[in-house]
């Protein structure tokens, strides 16, 4: 499973913690607050590698950088984006396309006549999709005069379209509220941490039942290899409960996952009404 992330820049945060905004990051912080700039690392399979749209370090388009995060927790807000190992190679083809480059530009030395590489470590080549800075006025102001360009991005709208492409359930997700066109950094913190981070935290909750259900009732859990013919064998999860008279030791319920062993010794101690 790859380890990716959603990273936003909170500039309310970090300002708090002695950074103080740009003019731009003011200026954009008009309709996209606290978080005003996005940033999509990619897992340690790519090195780590951030992706994103932005005109910072003179670059104006998409671009690649290696962002070491040093003030992640005064300056940024993260968002865990589960992928498989295939997803995140369609996340990172998608990159690579719209900063043209090619997806093995990590590998090899490649001179600048192939791509650009300034001062400031940005990675990108000559045809990446340019910066849509007259697109950002669309929600740095609440004019709808300017509407964004379907040949230039920005931040949000960069993150969003490589997590989309592997993950078409997220752009479906955002169609339903209208959010692609004209996506803030504010809204893609918010509506992918609902989308990614609610399951997650529902899946955390049960696995703490699962364990506090263990520890309550002094159970034990074992894998077990089952013999399933000939010389050959398959695994089995055991809860195994412990009792004064013997046998001491009673295999209550089984299964070929720890998950599934553990739900049913409660189902089953439910039904004893214990």
């Given at each position: 499973?790859?380890?990716?992330?959603?990273?936003?820049?909170?500039?309310?945060?970090?300002?708090?913690?002695?950074?103080?905004?740009?003019?731009?990051?003011?200026?954009?912080?008009?309709?996209?607050?606290?978080?005003?700039?996005?940033?999509?690392?990619?897992?340690?399979?790519?090195?780590?590698?951030?992706?994103?749209?932005?005109?910072?370090?003179?670059?104006k388009c998409c671009r690649f950088k290696f962002i070491e995060y040093s003030h992640l927790l005064e300056r940024w807000d993260s968002v865990k984006v589960p992928m498989t190992d295939e997803e995140e190679d369609i996340a990172y083809l998608e990159a690579c396309i719209m900063a043209d480059l090619p997806i093995d530009w990590q590998d090899y030395n490649y001179s600048l006549e192939n791509y650009r590489f300034n001062?400031?470590?940005?990675?990108?080549?000559?045809?990446?999709?340019?910066?849509?800075?007259?697109?950002?006025?669309?929600?740095?102001?609440?004019?709808?005069?300017?509407?964004?360009?379907?040949?230039?991005?920005?931040?949000?709208?960069?993150?969003?379209?490589?997590?989309?492409?592997?993950?078409?359930?997220?752009?479906?997700?955002?169609?339903?509220?209208?959010?692609?066109?004209?996506?803030?950094?504010?809204?893609?913190?918010?509506?992918?941490?609902?989308?990614?981070?609610?399951?997650?935290?529902?899946?955390?909750?049960?696995?703490?039942?699962?364990?506090?259900?263990?520890?309550?009732?002094?159970?034990?859990?074992?894998?077990?290899?089952?013999?399933?013919?000939?010389?050959?064998?398959?695994?089995?999860?055991?809860?195994?409960?412990?009792?004064?008279?013997?046998?001491?030791?009673?295999?209550?319920?089984?299964?070929?996952?720890?998950?599934?062993?553990?739900?049913?010794?409660?189902?089953?101690?439910?039904?004893?009404?214990?």
């Amino acid at each position: 499973m790859a380890n990716c992330t959603i990273q936003s820049y909170n500039s309310t945060k970090a300002w708090i913690f002695g950074k103080k905004p740009t003019g731009v990051q003011k200026w954009i912080a008009k309709r996209s607050s606290p978080q005003v700039h996005s940033e999509y690392q990619f897992s340690e399979r790519y090195n780590k590698v951030s992706f994103s749209a932005t005109r910072q370090d003179n670059c104006k388009c998409c671009r690649f950088k290696f962002i070491e995060y040093s003030h992640l927790l005064e300056r940024w807000d993260s968002v865990k984006v589960p992928m498989t190992d295939e997803e995140e190679d369609i996340a990172y083809l998608e990159a690579c396309i719209m900063a043209d480059l090619p997806i093995d530009w990590q590998d090899y030395n490649y001179s600048l006549e192939n791509y650009r590489f300034n001062d400031n470590g940005n990675f990108y080549g000559h045809n990446a999709i340019p910066y849509d800075l007259v697109g950002q006025l669309c929600h740095a102001t609440k004019l709808k005069w300017w509407k964004p360009s379907k040949k230039k991005i920005w931040c949000s709208k960069a993150v969003a379209r490589v997590i989309y492409k592997a993950r078409h359930e997220f752009l479906e997700f955002m169609q339903n509220f209208k959010l692609v066109d004209e996506l803030r950094p504010d809204q893609l913190h918010m509506m992918a941490g609902y989308f990614f981070n609610a399951p997650l935290k529902a899946e955390n909750e049960k696995l703490k039942k699962l364990f506090n259900a263990i520890e309550d009732n002094s159970w034990d859990l074992r894998c077990v290899n089952v013999s399933t013919g000939g010389d050959d064998f398959g695994i089995e999860w055991h809860v195994v409960e412990h009792y004064m008279a013997k046998p001491k030791e009673r295999i209550i319920s089984y299964s070929k996952t720890p998950t599934e062993a553990i739900e049913l010794a409660l189902k089953i101690q439910a039904l004893k009404g214990e």
